[in-house]
């Protein structure tokens, strides 16, 4: 038995071993993977970031193209006659329906005309084909106090300029507007003048602007509004800036700190293909229009974080499953190794315990068969000595069988009304013997009129012959043993509740959590060398468990122990069956 402490030992603290390297390397994998998560969320917030200004310079881009394609489609040549102005418009204007795919987005084509002594808005009226004078239309009226503006800067412009004279974008009407000049053939020398005629209006229908147009490009560039994780808006630099087109209106995306922005224009990268004219401009720096990009999560850094998080989330519950799944198998380790220095102790318990009345038999028998023994009382004494020995040994050896049975799931029971008096009495009846030879006095309290209970008879006699052997054994030097019976509620529920009682040495705390273990001896007793195997108080808690019960212990140092049986009531139906079978 040393020697299985001694390894029992060596085990443990190899077990304790494992646990803290096995932790320091799950411990270790959590930092790294906290560490790898962090570089690996950096670049994909970078990836994504270049990603996401990589479609808003093609969303700007695109917006420009078409723009710069709607003016150049009407792009005015200030050498040709002023008088044809009107009628080069509307062939142009032609050409432009014929040809440009987006030819809806222009509302109104008109011309400002101021050379002469009274300026004149015409506006081509589109079922006569021909520009028609009209007033100036309340929408427009901002538009009108911008070109007043701009007429006196562009009665100095040179030839030079004319030419090469950008387009505006005035975004609050919308409309694009070209300043118109006449520049005579012939007329190079230095003195020469440009003569500013009046303004070209190309007025764009806003609502096709912001519902047809703008999230077309918006769903190209970024992906349709229902499966993009990206909001968009298009709205003026100003703080807090005009909206033109939003992705959801539930969400608006943030003026301050959006993860992408741009101009919409931006004169310094638009060019033209065409030979005149420059790229078009804005109207000013704060009616600009300009695109702004955010993640739905509040921003990149959030939504790479959240991802993060639940990587995270991820990696440690796979790491803390397999800590927890180590764990879990050095402590099944433990509890196998543990189990199997107890099994050890059993075989060698039993075999001790065997080995005792075999030893006594054998030499009672060989005394016997020599003819030493002589004279009937000499051997009715040799008879009885036989006798209890036999059945101390066919008691451990049908605890074994039991254990066995028990351990292979092959125990069956017969549940049926029993009458517990009747079993308890039988029960008292066959341990007299070994009650008076341990000069134990017994104290009975069984009414009755006790109720019957559903149970195994056999499963419940061997119970308490289990309970009163512990007691003779364990609790003879109380010199008492007390048996009671009566009925408890439990809840709603009615049972028999059966005692077993001494007044022995008891049980300190930390046994009671072990004594229905199996193999499980306690200190005390193996110091004192109790005899026993530890399956005893095991198998009394498995039979009572497959009658459906329990059994509940009680016990202090040096005040005894108190076994209580715990059984179902039977139910009147039950009874009336067990009748008719009967």
């Known amino acids: 038995m040393l020697v299985v402490g001694m390894r029992f030992e060596r085990h443990t603290a190899g077990a304790i071993a494992a646990v803290l390297g ?7 994998l959590a930092v790294l993977q906290y560490q790898w998560t962090g570089e690996i969320s950096r670049g994909a917030e970078e990836r994504m970031r270049d990603a996401l200004a990589a479609s808003v310079r093609r969303f700007r881009e695109d917006f420009a193209r078409e723009m710069n394609r709607i003016a150049a489609a009407f792009q005015p040549d200030p050498a040709a006659p002023p008088a044809q ?22 509302a ?32 427009l009226e901002r538009l009108r106090e911008l070109l007043n503006e701009q007429s006196w800067e562009l009665s100095w412009i040179s030839e030079r300029e004319a030419y090469r004279h950008p387009w505006t974008l005035h975004e609050p009407t919308p409309a694009l507007v070209q ?90 990268q638009d060019r033209w293909d065409e030979p005149v004219g420059a790229a078009l401009t804005p109207s000013g720096k704060d009616t600009q229009w300009r695109l702004a990009v955010q993640h739905r999560a509040g921003s990149l850094a959030a939504a790479v974080g959240a991802l993060r998080r639940r990587n995270l989330a991820v990696s440690f519950s796979l790491l803390s499953l397999l800590a927890a799944s180590v764990a879990l198998i050095l402590v099944l380790a433990r509890r196998t190794q543990r189990l199997a220095a107890l099994q050890m102790e059993f075989v060698a318990g039993v075999s001790h315990e065997l080995r005792s009345p075999l030893s006594v038999i054998c030499a009672a028998a060989d005394n016997l068969a020599e003819g030493v023994v002589t004279g009937p009382e000499r051997s009715r004494q040799y008879g009885d000595l036989i006798r209890a020995e036999g059945r101390r040994l066919s008691r451990m050896v049908e605890q074994a069988l039991l254990f066995a ?23 008292l009846q066959n341990a007299d013997p ?11 309290d069984l009414p009755a009129a006790l109720p019957p209970v559903l149970a195994d008879a056999n499963a419940l006699s061997q119970c308490l012959e289990n309970l009163i052997s512990n007691a003779v054994k364990y609790a003879a030097s109380g010199g008492w043993l007390a048996v009671r019976a009566g009925v408890t509620s439990k809840g709603p529920q009615r049972e028999l509740a059966i005692s077993v009682e001494d007044r022995g040495p008891g049980l300190s705390h930390s046994d009671l959590a072990h004594i229905f273990e199996p193999f499980y001896r306690s200190k005390s007793a193996r110091e004192a060398q109790v005899k026993g195997a530890g399956l005893g108080l095991y198998l009394v808690r498995r039979m009572m468990e497959g009658m459906g019960g329990r059994v509940t212990a009680w016990s202090r140092p040096g005040r005894g122990a108190r076994f209580t049986l715990h059984l179902p009531m039977a139910e009147p139906e039950q009874m009336a069956s067990s009748q008719g079978t009967a």
């Open 22 to 28: 096995l932790s320091t390397v799950v411990i270790l």
């Open 434 to 444: 070994a009650l008076r030879q341990a000069s134990m006095k017994v104290d009975t």
């Open 85 to 106: 102005i009107e009628n080069s418009l509307l062939s142009r204007y032609g050409d432009f329906v014929s040809s440009y795919p987006h030819y809806r987005l222009l």
């Open 108 to 139: 109104n084509l008109l011309v400002w005309r101021i050379d002469g002594r009274t300026p004149r808005l015409l506006l081509m009226d589109r079922e006569t084909f021909r520009f028609v004078e009209i007033a100036w239309p309340p929408r």
């Open 179 to 268: 300043a118109l000049f006449r520049v005579s053939p012939g007329e190079r020398a230095p003195a020469a003048e440009t003569h500013h005629i009046g303004f070209l209006i190309l007025e764009l229908d806003r609502p096709r602007l912001s519902n047809e147009f703008l999230p077309t490009l918006a769903s190209r560039h970024f992906g349709p509004p229902g499966e993009t994780s990206f909001l968009a808006a298009v709205r003026t630099a100003g703080n807090p800036g005009e909206v033109l087109y939003e992705s959801d209106p539930r969400q608006p995306v943030s003026q301050t700190n959006p993860d992408a922005e741009a101009d919409l224009l931006d004169p310094r």
């Open 405 to 427: 049975a028990e351990q292979a799931d092959r125990i069956r029971f017969n549940l049926q009304p029993v009458q517990a008096r009747q079993i308890i009495e039988s029960v």
